[in-house]
């Protein structure tokens, strides 16, 4: 009875510490500190001035989602401001801190279910860090890329509203100001938080390049050379700008076009990606004995390993193949 009830008391162990971790990631710093850091800075606003206050009012509002839990699982990452970046460009409002306690959690609860339903210890390990490492990670480039992608899709429109501004007198200050009132989704984000950084003492050269590097992405970084050269060496902003919406359209077009040419291939890579494992499972169906020594047989596991890491090297290839870069 007793060797029974010990698995059930470690499964019971493992959700309970997950559960624990998710509430303790997710609770946030609590609201006395959250008081004191607006006092300190509204306090900061009043002893200081010049471009050191606008720094020390910028690290105040950027530092404000840090905990305790960032400051201990940096410590333990070789270079955790790549991942820090990652996390700001899902738009979401995800700490390094909790991300890492996620996935922590996930690598802990695998590990231990699968361990408790047979398999051996260093397999179940490592399917632990395979989940728990590659599962957060996925869930975040999707996030990324379903932001860029509606960033892209509203981004020549903003640009024509910044046209439609200039060209009415406005200057260029304001108008990003307007774009980012009127224009919806990430773009309408971005440009805001480009104002707010300009109100607060940022140059604009400054600001738009420091969205720019959050964001990644081609377009923008075009946009901010587009305006950094027209300062320097003048001309019709409004004409350059809107010349930059049209190569924008168009080269979005030739993306889609792209994407609609290389989707036989990727059906294919998918089929053939997918067919292994629905032959696997239909066979550990049928005759779940025959199967089961890939998970006990050590020969088996080494091989199936194997196998597993050559179709990862022949579908990076396929992928390869079918990205063009324009």
Same mark, same amino acid.
């Given at each position: 009875?007793?060797?029974?009830?010990?698995?059930?008391?470690?499964?019971?162990?493992?959700?309970?510490?997950?559960?624990?971790?998710?509430?303790?990631?997710?609770?946030?710093?609590?609201?006395?500190?959250?008081?004191?850091?607006?006092?300190?800075?509204?306090?900061?606003?009043?002893?200081?001035?010049?471009?050191?206050?606008?720094?020390?009012?910028?690290?105040?509002?950027?530092?404000?989602?840090?905990?305790?839990?960032?400051?201990?699982?940096?410590?333990?990452?070789?270079?955790?401001?790549?991942?820090?970046?990652?996390?700001?460009?899902?738009?979401?409002?995800?700490?390094?801190?909790?991300?890492?306690?996620?996935?922590?959690?996930?690598?802990?609860?695998?590990?231990? =279910?699968?361990?408790? +339903?047979?398999?051996?210890?260093?397999?179940? /390990?490592?399917? #632990? $860090?395979?989940? &728990? %490492?590659?599962?957060?990670?996925?869930?975040?480039?999707?996030?990324?890329?379903?932001?860029?992608? =509606?960033?892209?899709? +509203?981004?020549?429109?903003?640009?024509?509203? /910044?046209?439609? #501004? $200039?060209?009415? &007198? %406005?200057?260029?200050?304001?108008?990003?100001?307007?774009?980012?009132?009127?224009?919806?989704?990430?773009?309408?984000?971005?440009?805001?938080?480009?104002?707010?950084?300009?109100?607060?003492?940022?140059?604009?050269?400054?600001?738009?390049?420091?969205?720019?590097?959050?964001?990644?992405?081609?377009?923008?970084?075009?946009?901010?050379?587009?305006?950094?050269?027209?300062?320097?060496?003048?001309?019709?902003?409004?004409?350059?700008?809107?010349?930059?919406?049209?190569?924008?359209?168009?080269?979005?077009?030739?993306?889609?076009?792209?994407?609609?040419?290389?989707?036989?291939?990727?059906?294919?890579?998918?089929?053939?990606?997918?067919?292994?494992?629905?032959?696997?499972?239909?066979?550990?169906?049928?005759?779940?004995?025959?199967?089961?020594?890939?998970?006990?047989?050590?020969?088996?596991?080494?091989?199936?390993?194997?196998?597993?890491?050559?179709?990862?090297?022949?579908?990076?290839?396929?992928?390869?193949?079918?990205?063009?870069?324009?």
């Amino acid at each position: 009875m007793g060797d029974q009830m010990l698995p059930m008391i470690l499964f019971g162990a493992g959700v309970f510490g997950m559960l624990a971790l998710l509430i303790a990631a997710f609770s946030g710093p609590s609201a006395a500190k959250a008081q004191d850091r607006r006092l300190v800075a509204v306090r900061g606003r009043h002893t200081g001035g010049g471009q050191a206050t606008v720094e020390a009012q910028i690290r105040s509002i950027t530092s404000q989602r840090e905990t305790k839990l960032d400051d201990a699982f940096a410590s333990f990452i070789p270079n955790p401001a790549v991942l820090q970046k990652r996390l700001d460009q899902t738009g979401k409002e995800w700490t390094f801190g909790q991300y890492a306690m996620v996935s922590l959690g996930l690598v802990v609860l695998v590990a231990l =279910a699968a361990w408790l +339903k047979g398999l051996p210890l260093l397999l179940s /390990l490592f399917l #632990g $860090l395979f989940v &728990g %490492l590659g599962l957060p990670h996925m869930v975040v480039g999707s996030f990324i890329n379903r932001r860029v992608a =509606a960033f892209n899709a +509203k981004f020549p429109d903003a640009i024509e509203l /910044l046209v439609r #501004g $200039l060209r009415s &007198g %406005l200057p260029i200050s304001e108008t990003l100001g307007v774009v980012g009132q009127e224009v919806p989704g990430p773009v309408g984000i971005e440009f805001r938080a480009v104002a707010d950084k300009m109100k607060i003492g940022r140059t604009m050269e400054a600001a738009l390049q420091e969205t720019s590097d959050r964001l990644g992405t081609p377009e923008f970084q075009f946009f901010v050379i587009t305006l950094a050269i027209q300062r320097e060496t003048g001309g019709n902003l409004a004409e350059t700008l809107s010349n930059l919406a049209d190569v924008l359209r168009k080269r979005a077009q030739m993306k889609l076009k792209i994407k609609a040419m290389s989707s036989e291939s990727k059906a294919s890579a998918y089929i053939i990606g997918v067919l292994p494992f629905m032959v696997f499972g239909m066979i550990m169906w049928i005759n779940p004995e025959y199967m089961g020594k890939f998970f006990s047989d050590e020969r088996l596991i080494i091989t199936g390993g194997g196998g597993l890491i050559w179709m990862g090297i022949g579908a990076y290839i396929m992928k390869q193949m079918i990205n063009f870069e324009i």
